[in-house]
Structure formats: structure tokens, C-alpha cells
């Protein structure tokens, strides 16, 4: 049994190589200890990436004194003790998680004594180094960033011999995104001072030009450069709205937040040393925290819901971060029955409702636990179907009608899946209707469910074949006792069988092509049916006795400026002959185009080739309106480059002039066109304008002089 665990994914200090300029530094701090005399033992805690920590630790450390004019008054060059290094043990905050064994930081301390007599102003201690590493995300080109660890030693410090605080606790070097953390970053004084803890700005140091100077360079120090917005000193770990800032208790130093952005931060935290209520010192806490996804062990499988005709269950895995797993089945009729593999199967005894348990991790601290319910059912549905055939002339259209039943419940849901060559159709209709437009086998499965949850699936596969008989014509014509007309004379598909009604004055009512002599116009219907029976079409063919002539329109209602094509029965054997040919572009054709200026009638005479005349009248009426409906000013427009309603234009089909301009809600006039065509396509200036309701004013003139005005509002959607 192991303990559960977390991987915790950051942008370690592992991931870029070294440079010349050292961009390894972690964090550091600097603390005093008044021996007596005017001896101080002055301490430089530095952390350090382990992998990219080139050159390692400095050896030696140069550590500066500065008088309170900031002037150099002396400086110790500390040596590295090799013995005084170690590298710290990340704590998380809960056991649960763990950090990946490729990120390291080391630490080491450095500790001289220096003689510090007493100066009016104190003494500023100073340590300097270049620089941080370059994948902070908080402040300005880290990379190019140095450090300043420093530590004040005031008058009446000198003065009373004092010694400053001495953090309790490693700073937190590894927090997880979008779980709170509570680190104590406490300290403890040892002359008893009064402690105040508050978050302060980093202070920048060398540079990548002089990246370990010696002497440190003179004060005074600036603070790191943030990244603003959204960084600062009251947000130094969150890029994005949301999470918690963190803070830090002022009496006891408990740090707090709840970060939500991954990256490394630099953070500081300063102590403020009081006694008898005067600030005699300032301790400063300058480090970098990385902030990562964190996981825990997790507890999931998937189960069917519901079970018919089965008590075999297959349970699938799928639970995160753990290796070890209990699964309990709860079947009354099989107490205690559990399982430790990662995917078990197990069959129950009996129909019911169960409740499955998997326990993630057993037996620790870190456990997680996930419940279903599987419900199994006795199965009383079947699946049936039946297939209609509509039409199968150039495709196959099915009627599909379900007789599915169930004895116990009542069908809830159909799927039909169709499947023909490399085509597959789908439908949820109980009864849907199918089309099919390649010949061969066809395949239809239908999967019912009832209310219960119970599945039944049937297949039928069935063949597929058109009746394509596209010579049979829609008409034909005869003159009076001009004799007989073939209905299908280049027809006929094998194997099949025709059936003509009505069969009055037909040769043959059961043959492909039958002769027709009607004494009258005639419509006959043919039934042809495939040598299986499944395939079946019907058709018409009218035979017209005396020329057959339509036309269309007979009757026609236009705007003045408009056209309308006259349509009559077209036959390559007969003239035709309008008369008034007035407005048309040709009078002896059979769809003349009519363009009139005022309402007309038309009178057309048919001749066939067999001297065969018929008459007909079309009145064409001509209206002058200019205004609403015939003018039309749509009120909103998507211009997202569909081809629909792309452009807002005025409309209409007997314009002459157009006035068209669009304002903003400011009255701001941006768009104006007098070209009829033209239309506002939602820019102003080359740029996309937002959804909006915009103003506009339209003026027209139609053919015949009329003229129309409009102003009122359209929306832009987008």
C-alpha cells in the first residue's frame, strides 16, 4: 500500500539552462546577533536553484556595511562552509500532495562577525547578487533583475545591544493553483521586541553587467519593477480576476491566499521590530514561489445505469492519481463481496438496484471514495418493424412503421440507423421515412428503449432497385381523327410489369408502350412494378386532343417598371401569333417578355401542324405604387458575410432614385449612397461597427414619378 500522491506541474527552475549571468537566485534573507562589545554576528541566508545554480553558492560572499550616508564602512569577504548547505524539503501543505522529484532548491547561510561601533545614524548590511531567474511571470525582465539582502541596524539598536528577529519557518517554495494555503512565516525575537508582519516590495540589486560586486554597490535600494497591471505589492501572485490575494496577519505572520495563476512569483515579507513602541528595525524576507497544478488521488468508474437479460457487470477505471482500490459490490445475497483489481467484473445473483463502491488509495489519509447505482432489469421489449415503399423511380423512398412492444412498460425511444453503400442515415421519428439513392443492399437497424431503461436492436437488410422510366412523357397531343399516339414510345424496363387505366381506347392496357385513340383529352396512369414486387411507381401521360395549350400567367398584377414572362405551351410544331405584340420583345413566340407601361390585354393564337387553332387571353395589370409593401426597408441586417442580409438597402422593383443615409446613436452621419444597388454593409471607416441600433433616412423616387420618404432605426446583429 502506498501513500497517495499529487504531480505538481511548474515552471521549474530546471527548465532553462544557466547564463553567464547566473539566473539562479531563489531568495534570501540577512539577520544580526549583538555578541557585546560591539561584536554582531551577522548571518546571509541564500537559496539557489540546484540544477541550473551556475556558478554554485558565492565563495566567497561579499557582505558591505554602509553608515547612514550611505557610505562604505567596511567589507567582509565570508567564505563558503561546504558543511553549511542543504536543500529543502517542499511542504505543500498536506500530505497528499507531493512535489516532483525534479525540482530542487539549495540553501546555505553564511555567518562573520563584525566589529560595529557605535554611529549616530546605524549601519545599513548589505549582500548583492545577479540575478533571478528569467521565468518569473510578476515583475519586469527578471532575467536582468538582481537582489538586494539587507538588514538595518539602528542607533538605539547599537545602542542597547540588540538582536534582531530570526524567522520560525522556510519561506513556501511550492503552493498549488486554486487551493488556499495558510504558512506560518512567524518569527521570534530574542531580546522580546514587539513584531509586525506586513508584504513589502523585493529590492533590485547587481546587475547582469557586474553580477557579484565587490563591495555591494551603495544604497539606496529600489524596489523590483512589477508587472502592471495586475501585479503589485497587494497582488503579487494573481494574473487573473479571481482567487484570493495574499496577505499575512500583522500579530502572528500567517500567511494566506488562494493563487490562480501558474508561474514562479517573486514575493517579499518584511518584520518590523518595535520597542516600547518605537520601530528600532526592519527585517526583510525577499524569495520566489512557484505556483502549479496539483492533483489528488480521485475515485471514478463508469457502470451502465440500468441492466436487462444480464447480471454481468464490467466496471471501468477511471479514477486519477491513486494504484490502489477497493471496490465493495453490496449484494445482499453475497455479503462482503469486494474486489482489489483495477477493472473487476462481477454477476449478481438477481435483478435489483445495487450500489457499487470504489474506494481510491484504502486505508490512508489521502482516500477518496466514488458510489453508482446499476439497476437490473428483467427484459420484456422486442424490437419489430415494417417497410412500405412510396417511390423508388430515381431513389428508394421508405415508410418505416415500428411495431415494437413491450409487456412490462411502454417504448420510450427509437434509433434507426440506415446504412447503403458508404452512406448512413439516422433517425429518433418512431415511424421515419427514408430515401435512398443508390441501388444494391441496404441495411436498417432499429434500437428501441423502453421507459425502464431497456434496450431490444433488430436488423433487416433488404435490396434495392429503381424503376427509372424517364421516357415516358407527362402529355402528348392528337387532332380529332387524326389517329393513334404512342404514351411510351422509347420506354419499358425489364423484367417489369405495366398496368395502364383507364384502358378505354387503349390497344393494350398491359404493355410498356399501348397505343391510345381517345375522342377526347385523356389522362392515363400507369402502375410499374419490379420482378421482386417491393419496387412499385406510378405515372402519368395526358394525351390533349386539338393543340394543348396552357398559359400562365392569365391574369398578372405588376409594378409599372416591372416585366413578366407569358408562358405558353411550348411545341416545337405550332405557331404563335400575340396580338396587340405591344410591350413584348417578340410576338410569335410561346413565353414573350411583357415590359408594359400601363395594364394591357393580350389575345395568342395557336396553329399545330395540322391546322389545329386555339385561342387564349392574358391581361397584364399594371400598378404605379410607391410606398410600403412595394417599397421595402428592411429593419436589421447581419453582415457576417453569409450571403444573407449581408448589406441594409432599400428595396424595391420600380425605383428610379434612392436616398439612403445611416447615422449613429451620437447622429453622426456614417454611411450616405444614392445608388439604388448600393447598400450599408455595418463599417465605418473600414471597421467592423459593434451591434447596434442606428439611425437612418431614406428618400425615393419610383418609375412614374412617385415619390417616398421614410426615417427610423436599424439593428445591427452580428
Excluded at 536543500?87 to 560595529?116: K, Q, R
Excluded at 441496404?442 to 425502464?452: E, F, P, R
Excluded at 401542324?609 to 385561342?615: A, N, R, T
Aim: glycine share 6%; charged share 15%.
Amino acid at each position: 500500500m502506498r501513500h497517495c500522491y499529487a504531480f505538481f506541474i511548474l515552471l521549474a527552475f530546471a527548465l532553462f539552462p544557466a547564463s553567464l549571468k547566473a539566473t539562479h537566485i531563489v531568495g534570501g534573507e540577512m539577520t544580526y546577533t549583538c555578541l557585546g562589545n560591539d561584536q554582531y554576528q551577522i548571518t546571509l541566508t541564500i537559496f539557489r536553484d540546484c540544477y541550473n545554480g551556475v556558478p554554485w553558492f558565492d565563495n566567497p560572499a561579499s557582505i558591505g556595511v554602509f553608515t547612514s550616508n550611505n557610505l562604505l564602512f567596511s567589507q567582509t569577504l565570508v567564505p563558503l562552509n561546504l558543511m553549511e548547505n542543504d536543500t529543502l524539503d517542499p511542504d505543500l501543505g498536506s500530505e497528499c500532495f507531493v512535489a516532483p522529484p525534479n525540482v530542487c532548491v539549495h540553501t546555505t547561510s553564511y555567518t562573520t562577525v563584525i566589529n560595529l561601533p557605535y554611529h549616530p545614524g546605524g549601519y545599513q548590511i548589505v549582500y548583492q547578487r545577479c540575478c533571478r531567474n528569467n521565468t518569473i511571470s510578476n515583475i519586469v525582465a527578471p532575467e536582468d533583475t538582481g537582489a538586494t539582502y539587507s538588514i538595518d541596524i539602528s542607533p538605539q539598536a547599537l545602542q542597547e545591544c540588540n538582536s534582531s528577529p530570526v524567522f520560525n519557518n522556510w519561506p513556501p517554495l511550492y503552493l498549488c493553483v486554486n487551493f488556499p494555503f495558510e504558512i506560518d512565516q512567524s518569527a521570534v525575537d530574542p531580546d522580546g521586541d514587539s513584531l509586525v508582519y506586513k508584504l513589502c516590495n523585493p529590492l533590485q540589486g547587481a546587475t547582469d553587467f557586474a553580477p557579484m560586486p565587490q563591495p555591494p554597490n551603495p544604497p539606496p535600494y529600489f524596489p523590483v519593477e512589477w508587472i502592471t497591471p495586475p501585479y503589485g505589492v497587494d497582488n503579487m501572485l494573481n494574473g487573473a480576476p479571481g482567487g484570493v490575494p495574499m496577505s499575512i496577519d500583522p500579530v502572528t505572520g500567517l500567511l494566506t491566499a488562494t493563487p490562480n495563476t501558474i508561474g514562479q512569483f517573486v514575493i517579499g515579507i518584511c518584520v518590523e521590530e518595535y520597542r516600547n513602541g518605537v520601530l528600532i528595525g526592519v527585517k526583510r524576507r525577499d524569495y520566489q514561489v512557484n505556483v502549479g497544478e496539483c492533483e489528488i488521488a480521485t475515485a471514478a468508474f463508469f457502470a451502465p445505469d440500468i441492466l436487462c437479460d444480464s447480471y454481468e457487470v464490467t466496471f471501468n477505471n477511471q479514477s486519477e492519481s491513486a494504484d490502489d482500490f477497493l471496490w465493495l459490490f453490496n449484494d445482499p445475497n453475497n455479503p462482503g463481496a469486494s474486489s482489489t483489481l483495477f477493472n473487476p467484473t462481477y454477476t449478481y445473483s438477481d435483478t435489483g438496484l445495487y450500489t457499487i463502491i470504489l474506494i481510491a488509495e484504502p486505508g490512508t489519509n489521502c482516500s477518496d471514495t466514488f458510489s453508482t447505482q446499476v439497476h437490473i432489469l428483467p427484459n420484456s421489449l422486442s424490437a419489430n418493424f415494417n417497410v412500405e415503399n412510396v417511390d423508388c423511380e430515381d431513389e428508394l423512398t421508405i415508410q418505416v412503421l415500428d411495431s415494437s412492444i413491450d409487456t412490462a412498460a411502454s417504448v420510450a425511444s427509437w434509433s434507426w440507423v440506415l446504412e447503403y453503400g458508404a452512406n448512413t442515415v439516422t433517425s429518433m421519428e418512431q415511424n421515419p421515412t427514408f430515401t435512398i439513392t443508390e441501388p444494391g443492399d441496404a441495411t436498417l437497424t432499429l434500437t428501441v428503449t423502453s421507459i425502464n431503461g431497456c434496450t431490444r436492436t433488430l436488423t433487416e437488410t433488404f435490396p434495392v432497385q429503381f424503376i427509372n422510366d424517364p421516357l415516358l412523357a407527362d402529355s402528348t397531343s392528337i387532332c380529332i381523327g387524326s389517329g393513334a399516339v404512342e404514351l411510351n414510345p422509347d420506354g419499358g424496363f425489364p423484367n417489369a410489369t405495366y398496368s395502364w387505366m383507364p384502358p378505354d381506347g387503349l390497344d393494350n392496357p398491359n404493355i410498356p408502350n399501348p397505343m391510345a385513340m381517345p375522342d377526347s383529352t385523356t389522362t392515363y396512369s400507369v402502375v410499374i412494378t419490379d420482378a421482386a414486387g417491393f419496387c412499385q411507381i406510378e405515372k402519368d401521360i395526358t394525351v390533349i386532343v386539338s393543340p394543348f395549350v396552357e398559359v400562365t400567367p392569365v391574369l398578372d398584377t405588376i409594378l409599372q417598371g416591372e416585366s413578366v414572362q407569358i408562358i405558353a405551351t411550348e411545341n416545337g410544331t405550332y405557331t404563335y401569333v400575340w396580338s396587340p405584340p405591344t410591350f413584348l420583345d417578340a410576338g410569335n413566340i410561346s413565353n414573350p417578355l411583357s415590359t408594359p407601361n400601363e395594364s394591357i390585354v393580350y389575345n395568342l393564337t395557336v396553329t399545330d401542324e395540322d391546322g389545329c387553332i386555339v385561342e387564349r387571353t392574358v391581361t397584364i395589370i399594371v400598378l404605379t405604387l410607391c410606398e410600403e409593401p412595394f417599397v421595402f426597408i428592411p429593419t436589421g441586417f447581419t453582415p457576417n458575410g453569409d450571403g444573407k442580409n449581408d448589406t441594409f438597402k432599400v428595396i424595391g422593383n420600380n425605383l428610379d432614385e434612392v436616398y439612403l443615409a445611416v447615422y449613429n446613436r451620437w447622429g453622426e452621419l456614417i454611411f450616405e449612397t444614392r445608388d439604388p444597388s448600393a447598400g450599408w454593409d455595418g463599417t465605418y471607416k473600414g471597421k467592423l461597427l459593434p451591434p447596434d441600433a442606428y439611425g437612418f433616412y431614406a428618400r425615393v423616387k419610383c418609375v412614374g414619378g412617385l415619390e417616398y420618404s421614410k426615417k427610423g432605426n436599424v439593428t445591427l446583429l452580428r
